[in-house]
T-cell receptor
Framework: NAGVTQTPKFQVLKTGQSMTLQCAQD?????MYWYRQDPGMGLRLIYY???????DKGEVPNGYNVSRLNKREFSLRLESAAPSQTSVYFC???????????FGPGTRLLVL | EDKVVQSPLSLVVHEGDTVTLNCSYE??????LLWYKQEKKAPTFLFML????IEKKSGRLSSILDKKELFSILNITATQTGDSAVYLC????????????FGKGTLLTVNP
């Protein structure tokens, strides 16, 4: 039981390049989330998927797209990376109605 | 817009001290409040609180919720250097998406 896994762990991009961050969970959770974390800013929600087949914008969705491929997998895509997207990205999945979310190990992204 | 405010933003103590971390929230359709610990990697779940006045305890850590005054505290007694971390508080707004709104965190440094 791996919990929530993310790939890659670290990535360097040039401005304008695209990439997809992958996330998978093996806990049979319905809801999945993508956050970014910047120094002094806490965790900010980018997109979420309440259930398979649905996705919704969070607090900071601009410049990102998501795909809920199936119940296990939720990917985050940067179509044209910008230096402002340099951050640590966390994927999470939710257990139950009271909100407990479990986080993946994170992807550190540097956009030059 | 939902809001979670933590204080202090940072705190430096000596081993053996007791610390109290604060979290106030304004969350629509509030369901629960969660505390996480983050040590240079993914946040790990500590507590979930749903009812006022009932203390949750795990070893030297304890937490309580006041739903009337809209705040929670996290206490750590007899601090150890291993308690050094960022402590995050999050409010769950319920509904079908179980979204969390995070505070910016409290950076706790415990010196030997």
């Amino acid at each position: 039981n791996a919990g929530v896994t993310q790939t890659p762990k670290f990535q360097v991009l040039k401005t304008g390049q695209s990439m997809t961050l992958q996330c998978a969970q093996d806990m049979n959770h319905n809801s999945m989330y993508w956050y970014r974390q910047d120094p002094g800013m806490g965790l900010r929600l980018i997109y979420y998927s309440a259930s398979e087949g649905t996705t919704d914008k969070g607090e900071v969705p601009n410049g990102y797209n998501v795909s809920r491929l199936n119940k296990r997998e939720f990917s985050l895509r940067l179509e044209s990376a910008a230096p402002s997207q340099t951050s640590v990205y966390f994927c999470a999945s939710n257990q139950g109605s009271l909100g407990t979310q479990y986080f993946g190990p994170g992807t550190r992204l540097l956009v030059l | 817009e939902d809001k979670v405010v933590q204080s202090p933003l940072s705190l430096v103590v000596h081993e053996g001290d007791t610390v109290t971390l604060n979290c106030s929230y304004e969350v629509t359709n509030f369901r629960s409040l969660l505390w996480y610990k983050q040590e240079k990697k993914a946040p790990t779940f500590l507590f979930m609180l749903t009812s006022s006045g009932i203390e949750k305890k795990s070893g030297r850590l304890s937490s309580i919720l006041d739903k009337k005054e809209l705040f929670s505290i996290l206490n750590i007694t007899a601090t150890q250097t291993g308690d050094s971390a960022v402590y995050l508080c999050a409010g769950n707004s319920g509904g079908s998406n179980y979204k969390l709104t995070f505070g910016k965190g409290t950076l706790l440094t415990v010196n030997p």
